[in-house]
């Protein structure tokens, strides 16, 4: 499950974790496992809570069930959108591997993927079906079920 926390209409809560698979450290979008008994609302808010401090007023699911690697693997994710309800901590809770939190401009988010900063392929998925969601939500067309192409 990914959540793309949006602090203002053009700008999404990013993360630096250091993930031990890749060695280094990682800007993504907060993103975890749906715990049992949990639906993938609940489990956005919870791990944008756990991972950056923040309180979600709202969830929308935006997509649900896409694989990280079809061919090879079976885990899937979600895509969430949190409207934010303020900050209730300081930052991650303890045994979170973050160094900094920050509000990304969506005009900075593709310079980051260009550049290499933004490497997590859920994380590239997320900000594209967020940059359909802000797009059609314009023009007041609910991306659920609106057969978005893949990502």
């Known amino acids: 499950m990914v959540v793309l926390c949006a602090v203002r209409a053009d700008s999404i809560i990013l993360l ?3 993930r031990y698979a890749a060695g280094r450290w990682l800007w993504e979008l907060p993103q975890g496992g749906v715990e049992d008994g ?13 991972e950056t401090g ?3 007023d709202r969830v929308t699911v935006l997509l649900n069930g896409l694989y ?13 959108l949190v409207d934010p309800g303020g900050r209730e901590t300081l930052g991650p809770c303890p045994g979170e ?27 590239i998925c997320a900000l594209h ?16 079920g609106s057969g978005l192409p893949g990502c």
């Open 16 to 18: 630096r974790q250091f």
């Open 38 to 50: 949990e639906d993938l609302a609940r489990a956005a808010a919870r791990e944008l809570r756990e």
């Open 54 to 56: 923040w309180r979600a």
């Open 68 to 80: 990280e690697a079809g061919d090879w693997a079976t885990q899937t994710f979600g895509v969430a």
């Open 97 to 123: 591997y973050v160094s900094d939190v920050r509000a990304v401009p969506a005009r900075e988010l593709n310079r980051m993927i260009l550049a290499g900063e933004i490497v997590d392929p859920p994380t």
């Open 129 to 144: 079906v967020w940059e359909h969601y802000r797009i059609q939500s314009k023009a007041e067309v609910k991306l659920q």
